[in-house]
């Protein structure tokens, strides 16, 4: 099992950073929840640093 922190960012498409948390990591599975509702609606990149290396997924915030 991994073991250590998870660096938590969300960045706009201009490359600014809008978010950012820590979390600690214990085993291979992560689940959590952060607030965007303050976020306009567009598109973000979210990028997780872990313990196993670096991933990043993007997603589109619209108000529902």
């Known amino acids: 099992p991994l073991e250590g922190q ?3 960012h969300i960045y706009d498409l201009t490359g600014r ?9 214990w085993g291979t599975e992560f689940r959590g ?3 965007i509702s303050a976020l306009p609606d567009a ?5 997780l640093e872990t ?4 991933h990043s997924f993007r ?3 619209t108000r529902q």
Do not use: D, H
Not at 17 to 25: D, G, I, Y
Not at 43 to 47: A, D, F, G, P, T
């Open 6 to 8: 998870m660096e938590i």
């Open 33 to 35: 929840q952060m607030n």
């Open 17 to 25: 950073r809008v978010l950012s948390r820590q979390e600690a990591v």
């Open 51 to 54: 313990p196993s290396g670096a």
């Open 59 to 61: 997603f589109v915030k």
């Open 43 to 47: 598109v973000y990149i979210l990028m």
